[in-house]
Each structure stands twice: as structure tokens, then as C-alpha cells.
């Protein structure tokens, strides 16, 4: 445990000397995140493999209860990611936003703050400890997205995020005091049996829902999530992305673990909310031209899918099944990681696009594989990652998935397997699609601008982070079984009471790993038939023999979109303006399309406006006079003790 | 000395403070009360206790000498005329103060407090002094007097936290103190810029910054 904290306080401090420093400030923050992820990362490991839980009891002086950090193998996988994400994002962000930036100093300051938040957050076991951490956590975020402030979108996305979470925040003080209420105390500890069953567990499970679920972006609460990991600069997207929503998914799981009889319609609900939220994710990312918009909207898919896992871990545990038990939540967490690991390698890959080109639009990018090898490199396993593909890492959790669903299945034909099974097929093709779109638009043909044709190698500072974490998708891809001891014991916490079987076996992971060898032997000897006779030479992409080809004629990302988002049209409402061409030989025309946000734009902003609308009545209440605003405080006053005596 | 007469005498502070039109007798009177308030915990005969002995002198320093310092250096500096200037005449403000005295008295019968309360007086005190303090934030106009309000709302919380003090920890009181002096600061502050942008402290100014 102490390994543990003195890691959370080596991040914390981790900007500090730059404050100071003319120079090397990136580097210093780096060295003492990454020394700091080395101590972390040992500590969470060793409680994975089978050591100890640690435990932490905190003076009880200035709250008036005592609180509580423990360290157990959930705490710890969670803690994984945590760790080496931050440590990644800050080797990145030596090349990627360096002194010359504004607010550089500022910026690592903070995301060493977010990542010791984080950090805390996840071996946090009471009310007061998790709040801390969550605030901490929230609150540092918003100062990173807000990092560029000049820009007005910026400004708009960071309130929008705080508005969000803090509302969401709100849910889980109420959520809290169930809690308290139910157990008589602070500390995270099983609730009664039956509990989960009774109106106030229904509370409980909703208000959690909601709170965490604002975190995690679930469907119809996600509508912070796309603006803010677009206007957050690319590191700061990959931790928000990777690490910090996934905190919502660790307090539903926290949830779960106190609940030792959850009703079977918890189960259904977050199903029904994951099947949403994945199909709906990956459709309106289909529809984005901007690339970390279109991340973003990656992400509330992939959270989708860990809400499925979750959800068949609940059907499989309400109805004393430990096998479907095991594999949704297995499938689940280890989603959690292996989604941290693919996105934070995309949105790394995505910055330094955006670095070399300096624009997030897909049309004005393109031919960038050519001149980013590496970088193209990187995204390419990203995206085979996150399409589910074998043999790498995105697969193992979502087989672990399919497989609890193919026996539900058999054994009861529920029609919520059946479910999940359909929603993760749909999830995994258009994931497919959508990244074939983004991988062309970006790596394929000739520049679409001056910019992606001047653009150049990311330096390794970037390339480096980038490398750790193919590395890591690729290791978990090849051979899943060196984690399934450790999911062994995150689930048996989760499980408690049934005997909760060993997955390696139940999930057959040594001949997957087996199958993943020999299709990359395959796949090599592909490679090397494939290859081009003479290495050397460089040709522009094969234009058809056209004489005149130009960059324009290519095909655009969103015209390699459009039949699928015509197909989704009833769920995207795509807008589009002009285009109608007439006569023999037209002028020229503009077009333009695009694919705006459900909720967001179609929802709560015409809403919150026509409320604003409605709030100009109240206009006479405020006067500017600070004797009359000092009244209102003292009638308010007033009315209370009155109120309370009579 | 019976904590009672003390009490009593800090209502009646109350009275004289609401009717003063001078700023630098407003400050000397609320001098007086933060001394007045300082020795009540001793009258009580909580002198026994080091700790309360040290918030004692912590209380005299800070309410007696510090921040009454601090205001009459800032009257010093900022040069305004020496008036009141309420928004609400004295007889007036006299008349309020008396009912909310009243409205306390009254109050502090029917609130359920916890029981073997000895000072009976103390509640109302504490309420008749906040509620002195609100008038004199909302009537008064200059940035100094409301300063002074403060204050005066401070003390009545201060009161009431006597009610608890062999219950509190010392972590509270400590707060209590601190945010008064954080609220002289913000204060102050504010004076300045009220000054250095309209080149007055009349906090009427301010209405200009509406949108």
C-alpha cells in the first residue's frame, strides 16, 4: 500500500518542478509520472498475481469518520490502466504540447493532479475517500479540456462537461446516503440480502445508474462526451477517453460487488442501455468527419459493450448461473483495459495527425501513410483492435462476451442473450466499417490539403507511448491466459457466495492463442507473397489510368459513409444543405453535411434555450444592487427559521 | 461578572450601531462587541479549558485589534466622507432592529435547541445580532459599513457557536475566525477595485456591471 500512495504522490507532484524550470519541464513531468506508473503499476500487479490485499485506514480527525483505501485485485485492475495511460499521455505530451504551447506548464501540473485523482479514486472503499477522488478527478478534467481557452467551442465544451458531471454527481451524494442508510456506515460493505429487491435498492441502482452513468457516457447521457474529447488536446482525450469514463463502469461494478442478490431487471436494463449505447455509438461515429469526434463516439460504443458484459454478468448471477456469471463480467473488465490500451493508442495516433497536419477534419487529411509510417502503423493496430478483430486484444474480451451469450442461450433462450448477441454483431461490423472509413481517409490515396501533404514523422517522444501500448493490445491478443488468473480474482469478489469457476478453460484461451499464432504465420507468409518486387521505389496511389487525376476526385470519408448513415437515417437525422445540381453544365455548387448529436442538439439545447427564453421573465430579480441580493439571503433566512419553528 | 449582563450589553451595541452616522464609531462599536464577545466564554466559566482560554485571546486579537485595524487603515486610504449614508434612516433602522430583537426573542422560545441550555439569552442574542448584521449589509451603502455588517453577522454566528463550545471541536471555532478574516480580505479587496474602477466606494456603483 505504501508503494501504492507514494506512487499517487509522485504523480501529484509530477508537474511541480516545471513550474520552475526554463527548460525540460515536459521531461522532468514525464520521468517522475512514468517513475511514479513503475511503482503503481508494481503495487497493482502484485495484488493481481495473488498477494495481499493492502488496506488503508485514514485518520478520522478532520471528517468524523474514518476512512478507507484498499487495494484488492478489483481496485487493481482498474489501477492498471490508470497508471499506464497517464504515464503514456505524459511521455507524449513532451513532443506534443511543449513549452512553446500555451499553457504547457499548467497543463502538466494538472494532468498530474487528474492522474493521482484518478489514482486514489480507484482504491478509494468509502463515501468520503471515492467523492474526494471523483471531485478531484472531475474537476482537473475541466481545467485540461479548457486548456486552449481562447477558443469559444473549447469554453462551451468544458462547461458542458462540468454541468454534466456535476449534476451527475449530485446522484451519487443521494446514492451515497441509501447506501449509509442501508449498512449504517460510510465504508463500501455487502448490503443485506434483499435489500437490492426493495424500493430503496431500486433507488439505489438508479441513482447509481445515473450518476456513473454520466461518467461513462451510457447512451442518453453521453452528451458531454464528443465536444469535450474534441476539444481536449490529444493526450488529454486519451486519459479522459481510456481511463476517466471508465470510472463510471468501477462504481457500477463497486455496486455490484454490494449487492449479493441483484434482480434480474438490472441485468435487462443495462443490457437494453448497452445494446443502445453500442449501436448508437458506433452509427453516429459512422457520421463524423472530425477525427476525435469520431473517437469519442467510439468510446460510448465500447462502453456499450462493457454494459452488455455487465449485464449478462448480472442475468448470469441473479439466476445462479456462475458460468454466464463469469463470462459477461470477465468480458466486461477486460474490456475495460483493453479499451484503454486501443483508445488511448488512437487518440495518441489521432494527435499527431493533428500535430503534423493541424486540422481534425477527415476531408482535408489523406496519403498520410506514406509520410507516417509509424504513426499509420500504430493506428492501423489500433483500429483492428477496436473493430474486435483477432488476433489482438479487442477480440479476446468480446469472444468472452459472445461466449457467456451462446450459452445463455442454451440454456434458457432468453430473448436478452439473444439481444447482446445482435448488438455485438452490429457493434463489430459498423466498428469495422467505420474505421475503414478512417483509416482511408487519413492513410490512403494522395493529400486531400497542403498541410497532409507536408506533414511529417511524429518524433519519438510520441512514437514511444504509442509503441507501449500496441505492445500491450498485441500481448493480451496473443496470450489472454496470462490474465485470466488475475480476472480469476476480480471476478470471485464480484461473485460472492457461488463457486466461481476458472476461466481459462471455460473461455478455451490456450488454443485461442494457439489459433492467433497460426493465422499470423499466415498472415506473414501473406505479407512476404504480397510484397512489392522492388522496395525501393515510391508510386503515387493507382488512379485508374486517369490522365488529370486530381486529389478532389477521391473518394471523401463521408461519401464512403453515406450509404451506411442513409441506412441508420431513421436513428442520425443526418442534415444536409444544397448539392441540387441542374442544366447541362452547372456553376458551382456548395454541399455540405453533417451528422449532429441525438440528445445534444436535437434535445436539451432547444430545451435549455427555450428555458433561458422563459428565465428572461425573472430578469427583475436581479438588479445588480448587492443590498437587494443581501436581502433576498436575509428573507430566505427568514422564511427558514419561521419555517422550521412552525 | 455574570455572562448575562455581557450578553445583554451586546444587544444593546446592536441598538447603538444601527443609529450611529459616523463610519469610525460604527468601527469603534463593533471594537467593543468583539471584545464583549471575547470574554463571554470566560463569564460562562469555560476558562478551565486551555483551549477555549486560547480562542479567547484568539477572538479579542482578531476581533478587538486586527480587523478593526485593517478597516480604519482602509478609511485612511481610500478617503471617503466620514457619513453613514444609509439607504434606510436611523429611526427607522432602530425601529427594524427592535423587531428583529423581538423576532428573536420569540424565535429562540420555539426553536428545538438541545436541552440544559443555561444562558437562556444567548439564542436570542446570537439571532438579534445576525439579523442586525443583515440590516446593516442591506441599508448601508458604503463598501466600509457592509464590511462592518459582516462582522456583526459573524459575531452573531460566533454567539451561537458558544452555545456548543464545550462540544465543539476547536477545528470549528478556528473556521469561524477564518472565514471572517477571509471575508475582510475579499472585502478589501473589492473596496479597492470599487475604487480603482468608479473611483468611489459606494457600492451603488455596482449596479452598472448588469448585464
Known amino acids: ?646 | 461578572m455574570s455572562p448575562d449582563l455581557l450578553i445583554a450589553l451586546t444587544i444593546l451595541s446592536n441598538f447603538v450601531l444601527v443609529a450611529t452616522s459616523r463610519v469610525n464609531k460604527a468601527i469603534q462599536i463593533a471594537v467593543v462587541q468583539g471584545i464583549l464577545l471575547g470574554l463571554i466564554p470566560l463569564a460562562m466559566g469555560l476558562g478551565r479549558h486551555p483551549h477555549i482560554l486560547l480562542m479567547v485571546a484568539a477572538t479579542i486579537a482578531v476581533k478587538g485589534w486586527l480587523i478593526p485595524f485593517l478597516l480604519r487603515r482602509a478609511l485612511r486610504e481610500v478617503h471617503i466622507p466620514r457619513e453613514v449614508d444609509p439607504y434606510v434612516g436611523y429611526t427607522v433602522s432602530l425601529m427594524l432592529c427592535a423587531l428583529g430583537t423581538g423576532l428573536s426573542l420569540i424565535l429562540a422560545h420555539m426553536l428545538p435547541l438541545k436541552g440544559g441550555t443555561k444562558e437562556i439569552l444567548l439564542v436570542p442574542a446570537a439571532l438579534s445580532t445576525l439579523f442586525t448584521g443583515f440590516l446593516m449589509l442591506v441599508s448601508r451603502r458604503k463598501a466600509l459599513t457592509q464590511v462592518v455588517g459582516y462582522l456583526i453577522l459573524e459575531n452573531g454566528i460566533y454567539l451561537f457557536g458558544l452555545l456548543l463550545v464545550e462540544d465543539m471541536p476547536l477545528l470549528v471555532e478556528t473556521g469561524i475566525l477564518l472565514d471572517l478574516f477571509v471575508g475582510v480580505f475579499v472585502m478589501g479587496i473589492v473596496i479597492n477595485h470599487i475604487r480603482t474602477a468608479f473611483d468611489s466606494t459606494d457600492t451603488r456603483h455596482l449596479a452598472e456591471l448588469r448585464d
Open chain 1, 1 to 646: 500500500m505504501s508503494l501504492y500512495l507514494i506512487a499517487v504522490a509522485l504523480l501529484m507532484c509530477s508537474g511541480v518542478p516545471g513550474l520552475f524550470l526554463r527548460r525540460r519541464g515536459g521531461e522532468v513531468a514525464a520521468g517522475l509520472m512514468s517513475l511514479g506508473a513503475l511503482m503503481g503499476l508494481t503495487a497493482a500487479v502484485r495484488v493481481l498475481a495473488g498477494g495481499p490485499v493492502a488496506t488503508l485506514v485514514l485518520p478520522p480527525a478532520p471528517l468524523a469518520s474514518a476512512g478507507l483505501l484498499t487495494l484488492d485485485p478489483l481496485a487493481a485492475l482498474f489501477a492498471l490502466p490508470v497508471f499506464l495511460l497517464t504515464a503514456c499521455a505524459a511521455v507524449y505530451g513532451i513532443g506534443y504540447w511543449d513549452n512553446h504551447q500555451e499553457h504547457a506548464r499548467t497543463l502538466r501540473l494538472v494532468l498530474g493532479l487528474l492522474a493521482a485523482s484518478l489514482a486514489f479514486l480507484v482504491v478509494a472503499t468509502h463515501a468520503l475517500p471515492f467523492l474526494l477522488g471523483w471531485e478531484g478527478m472531475t474537476i482537473s478534467a475541466f481545467l485540461l479540456v479548457l486548456t486552449e481557452d481562447r477558443l469559444p467551442e473549447v469554453r462551451r465544451a468544458a462547461w458542458l462537461y462540468l454541468v454534466c458531471t456535476h449534476t451527475g454527481t449530485l446522484a451519487l451524494f443521494g446514492a451515497f446516503a441509501l447506501l449509509s442508510a442501508a449498512t449504517g456506515q460510510w465504508t463500501f460493505s455487502a448490503l443485506p440480502l434483499g435489500f437490492a429487491a426493495s424500493g430503496r435498492g431500486t433507488a439505489l441502482f438508479l441513482l447509481c445508474l445515473f450518476g456513473f452513468g454520466f461518467k461513462a457516457g451510457i447512451m442518453p447521457l453521453h452528451l458531454w462526451l464528443p465536444s469535450t474529447h474534441a476539444a481536449a488536446p490529444s493526450h488529454v482525450s486519451a486519459v479522459m477517453s481510456g481511463v476517466m469514463i471508465k470510472m463510471g463502469i468501477l462504481g457500477l461494478v463497486r455496486l455490484l460487488c454490494w449487492i449479493p442478490d441483484p434482480p434480474f431487471w438490472w441485468g435487462a436494463v443495462l443490457m437494453g442501455l448497452g445494446a443502445l449505447s453500442g449501436v448508437l455509438g458506433v452509427a453516429f461515429a459512422l457520421g463524423q468527419h472530425d477525427l476525435k469526434r469520431l473517437l469519442a463516439y467510439h468510446s460510448i460504443e465500447n462502453i456499450g459493450i462493457i454494459l452488455l458484459g455487465l449485464g449478462l454478468g448480472v442475468l448470469g448471477k441473479s439466476t445462479g448461473h456462475p458460468v454466464i456469471q463469469v463470462l459477461g463480467f470477465a468480458g466486461a473488465l477486460l474490456h475495460v483495459l483493453n479499451h484503454s490500451l486501443f483508445k488511448g493508442l488512437l487518440f495518441l495516433a489521432a494527435g499527431s495527425f493533428i500535430h503534423a497536419t493541424g486540422t481534425r477534419d477527415l476531408e482535408r487529411m489523406g496519403g498520410l501513410g506514406q509520410r507516417m509510417p509509424w504513426t499509420s502503423g500504430a493506428f492501423l493496430l489500433g483500429s483492428w483492435a477496436i473493430s474486435g478483430l483477432p488476433p489482438l486484444n479487442g477480440f479476446v474480451s468480446e469472444w468472452f462476451i459472445y461466449l457467456g451469450s451462446f450459452r445463455a442461450l442454451g440454456l434458457f433462450r432468453w430473448p436478452w442473450s439473444l439481444l447482446v448477441l445482435t448488438a455485438l454483431a452490429l457493434i463489430g461490423a459498423l466498428a469495422l466499417a467505420c474505421f475503414a472509413k478512417a483509416h482511408g481517409a487519413v492513410f490512403l490515396g494522395a493529400p486531400r490539403s497542403e498541410a497532409a501533404g507536408g506533414a511529417h514523422e511524429a518524433p519519438r517522444s510520441m512514437r514511444v507511448p504509442m509503441g507501449i501500448l500496441a505492445a500491450g493490445c498485441a500481448l493480451i491478443g496473443l496470450a489472454p491466459m496470462l490474465l485470466a488468473p488475475a480476472l480469476d480474482r476480480v471476478v470471485a469478489a464480484l461473485g460472492e457466495g457461488t463457486r466461481v469457476q476458472p476461466l481459462a478453460p471455460l473461455a478455451h484461451l490456450p488454443s485461442l492463442s494457439l489459433l492467433a499464432l497460426v493465422l499470423l504465420g499466415l498472415a506473414f507468409l501473406l505479407w512476404r507473397w504480397l510484397r512489392p518486387l522492388d522496395p525501393g521505389r515510391t508510386l503515387p496511389t493507382w488512379d485508374c489510368g486517369y490522365a488529370v487525376s486530381s486529389p478532389r476526385m477521391q473518394y471523401t470519408a463521408s461519401s464512403f459513409a453515406d450509404g451506411l448513415v442513409a441506412g441508420l437515417r431513421w436513428a442520425l437525422w443526418p442534415r444536409s444543405r444544397g448539392g441540387k445540381v441542374a442544366g447541362c453544365f452547372p456553376a458551382d455548387h456548395p454541399f455540405e453535411s453533417h451528422v449532429p448529436d441525438l440528445i445534444l442538439d436535437r434535445i436539451t439545447d432547444p430545451a435549455f434555450q427555450s428555458l433561458s427564453m422563459g428565465a428572461v421573465l425573472l430578469r427583475f430579480l436581479q438588479g445588480g444592487k448587492v443590498h437587494i441580493y443581501l436581502l433576498y439571503v436575509l428573507l430566505t433566512l427568514l422564511t427558514l427559521l419561521l419555517w422550521m419553528v412552525a
